[in-house]
């Protein structure tokens, strides 16, 4: 993930029309764990954590190239107009995207021309109409809901100009009604799972969460259904997890409230807030509560500033699940380049996830590209070999 709120800086917004706040629920249920490894009235079995700590061991490894799709001709992208429409050009998170699919488009020989949504729905409306009189060949809609720019879903639509969506969704869901014509996103659900894992192998499947979900940023929503699922999945009897809401224009007022509440409950020893910038609020609390020492916390993003508090000693940040930047923008042109050169898109990306915990961070130069961050694999020479790009 990336969350983003563009009155709260670097973080990427994926701000969507959405239901009031969740009520609180709980992981609970009789079924039997994956693998054929039942859980019991007593516990997670042995062989139950055994298999949650495999996931968890690769999880944290190393992340491999995935193969999103079929190699393709990519020549004929060249000279094609494509129209970036940023939803806020001064967010940090939009250069470390942009850049990157800017490169990757250059280097295929396609031009690019990036418009500043300024954080409006109305400019990036204008931004799509003006790609759309530029007669365009594709239009790239950075994470701005379907719903609050349909206008220009429908302009684009009537001209025959394909719009590509950024992370809407969850990955291999497609792109939003009367939207695009694919998108590119990132496995929230799986972020979510991440999480469970980290938290049922670090508590040894005795897990008693808070997850302080946003309401009003849709994919929060989904990595709570994916961290539900596991626990459900792998530790129904032993794993429970209530839920807060605290949305975006909140965060700064009520998060640290919010965190010392839920911890005041001896039980909790897990917090979860939906996307790391949280923590910058959530774990001082925790600290200040005199709870650092029993309650862990989990998150997702692996942003730098945030992930560096698996660094920190006495910090209660215990697991960050993260995504690859750079890697990010050139998933974007991979499908980009697909549509422009009359290429069936792919469904899923397939942009990879890492866990980071205590046992890891050490490896990490967090100074560097986040590209390194995840392992050697040299994402920009695989793509290029499947765009039939040399040097």
């Not at 949650?52 to 995935?66: I, N, R």
């Not at 009604?177 to 005795?206: D, F, R, W």
């Not at 609390?285 to 916390?297: C, D, E, H, N, T």
Request: hydrophobic share 40%; with cysteine.
């Amino acid at each position: 993930m990336r969350l983003t709120d563009r009155r709260l800086g670097p973080w990427p917004r994926l701000l969507l029309a959405c239901s009031a706040a969740i009520l609180a629920v709980t992981a609970c249920g009789t079924s039997s764990s994956g693998g054929g490894s039942s859980s019991s009235s007593s516990g997670i079995s042995a062989d139950t954590l055994a298999q949650v700590k495999t996931l968890y061991t690769q999880e944290s490894g190393p992340s491999q190239w995935p193969n999103p799709g079929p190699a393709f001709d990519s020549s004929k992208a060249k000279g094609k107009k494509v129209w970036w429409i940023s939803n806020l050009g001064s967010n940090s998170f939009t250069k470390l995207i942009y850049d990157p699919f800017k490169e990757a488009m250059t280097a295929a020989g396609a031009q690019v021309t990036f418009f500043d949504g300024q954080g409006q729905a109305s400019e990036e409306i204008r931004g799509m109409q003006q790609a759309v009189a530029a007669k365009a060949d594709l239009i790239v809609d950075q994470d701005y809901p379907v719903a609050q720019t349909q206008a220009g879903f429908d302009a684009a639509k009537s001209a025959g100009i394909p719009v590509l969506e950024w992370a809407n969704n969850d990955a291999g869901k497609g792109p939003s009604p009367n939207g695009g014509v694919a998108e590119v996103t990132y496995c929230y659900s799986c972020a979510g799972k991440l999480m469970a894992h980290a938290a049922i192998v670090q508590s040894s499947g005795k897990v008693n969460a808070v997850f302080i979900n946003s309401s009003d940023v849709e994919p929060a929503g989904v990595v709570l259904q994916g961290l539900k699922g596991e626990f459900q999945k792998y530790c129904p009897n032993t794993c429970t997890v209530d839920v807060k809401d605290v949305v975006i224009a909140d965060w700064s007022t009520k998060l640290a409230v919010t965190a010392s509440t839920a911890v005041a409950n001896q039980k909790v020893n897990w917090l979860m807030p939906a996307f790391d910038p949280e923590t910058a609020f959530t774990n001082p609390a925790l600290i200040q509560a005199g709870a650092a020492s029993r309650v862990k916390v989990a998150s997702y993003n692996a942003t730098k500033g945030n992930v560096d508090r698996l660094k920190q000693p006495g910090d209660p940040l215990a697991a960050d699940v993260g995504s690859p930047l750079g890697w990010s923008g050139y998933a974007i042109a991979d499908n980009a380049l697909r549509i422009i050169a009359g290429v069936t898109p792919v469904k899923d990306e397939k942009i990879p996830l890492r866990t980071f915990d205590r046992t890891n961070i050490g490896t990490v130069d967090l100074n560097a590209s986040d590209a390194t961050w995840y392992g050697p694999t040299d994402y920009k020479v695989e793509y290029k070999k499947l765009w039939g790009i040399t040097g």
